[in-house]
Every structure is written in C-alpha cells, then in structure tokens.
C-alpha cells in the first residue's frame, strides 16, 4: 500500500475507533465525514441540547503535499500519537492548530 493510502486508511480507522467510544444523546448525531478526493476527515457532532442548536467539529484532518495535519483535537485524546503508533510517520504529522511559529518545537513536522 503506499503512503497515501496509508495515511488515508489510518485516519479513517482512527476517527471511527474514537467516534466508536463516545456516547451520544438521542438528540444528538455524530457523523463522520471522509473525502478522500480533496482529502478532508472530520468528525462533527450535530443536533440540539433543548433549544440551543450544537455543531461541532470535533477532530478534523486534512492530507496536504503528503502530509497529515491536525487541524481541530477539541479531546482530551493524542491523536497524532495514535496515528504513529498505526504507522504514519512523525514528520509527516503538522499540528496545524498550532500557529506556524510553535510547529519546530512541537516534535512533529513543520509545514
């Protein structure tokens, strides 16, 4: 398999495992968004919490120049650890919720 479909696949795998854990009240939807042709993974919990209207981006992913970046972790999960741990290399993992300053100083890649 190469490298991009690795990565692909491990970020795939990776979400649904997360997304397997979480308990979701009945008036909320999770839904897990792969496009594997722009490169976009996101998980997003969807719904309502009485009248208050919940969207969110839990964890999103993007693959750019054969890069993963982490764009959005709003867990207390390490998701770029498990993804080394599923395979991806270090340095193929920016942090792009950090600004571009900090990203030498974060053991992953820069970008």
């Known amino acids: 398999m190469d490298r991009l479909n690795h990565y692909r696949k491990s970020i795939k795998e990776l979400l649904s495992q997360y ?61 770029a650890e498990d993804l080394i741990k599923l395979g991806v290399v270090r340095e193929d993992i920016i942090l792009g919720l950090q600004p571009p300053f900090k990203r030498p100083y974060t053991n992953y890649g820069v970008a």
């Open 19 to 79: 997304n397997s854990w979480k308990r979701h009240p009945d008036n909320c939807e999770s839904q897990l968004i792969f496009d594997e042709e722009r490169d976009h993974y996101l998980w997003f919990d969807v719904g309502w919490n009485e009248s208050k209207r919940i969207y969110y981006c839990v964890i999103h992913f993007d693959i750019k120049d054969g890069k993963i970046w982490l764009q959005q972790n709003a867990t207390d999960l390490s998701p």
